[in-house]
């Protein structure tokens, strides 16, 4: 069975940084892009950046571009987020998934809370 399971989430100040990680198993991780996508309270979960299995291409909305970093390492079966220059409207909880666009399988979250 395809698993995800994201940590590294918690309570950082405006401005603050954070690198979330996601450990995947039970299925060909190197081929297969991944991705993140993130849940803010009482919105609908959005898609915010995803790269291709071999990890060299990256795409991210608008609304991270420039503060977040994905990246893949497919001989540890790892995906991270490397967030920077946060801001209270990142508060959310965070996925990893399968598909360099999303729409695959979605692994247990971790929260990310923001203060102002």
């Known amino acids: 069975d395809v698993q995800l399971q994201a940590s590294g989430g918690g309570l950082v100040q405006s401005g603050g940084s954070l690198r979330l990680s996601c450990a995947a198993s039970?299925?060909?991780?190197?081929?297969?892009?991944m991705s993140w996508a993130r849940q803010a309270p009482g919105k609908e979960i959005e898609y915010i950046a995803g790269?291709?299995?071999?990890?060299?291409?990256?795409n991210y909305v608008a609304s991270v571009n420039g503060r977040v970093i994905i990246s893949k390492d497919n001989t540890r079966n790892m995906v991270y987020l490397e967030m920077n220059s946060l801001k209270p409207e990142d508060t959310a909880v965070y996925y990893c998934?399968?598909?360099?666009w999303g729409g695959g399988v979605r692994g247990q979250g971790t929260q990310v809370t923001v203060s102002s």
């Open positions: 039970g299925f060909a991780f190197n081929t297969m892009g």
């Open positions: 790269i291709d299995e071999a990890g060299d291409r990256t």
């Open positions: 998934q399968t598909g360099r």
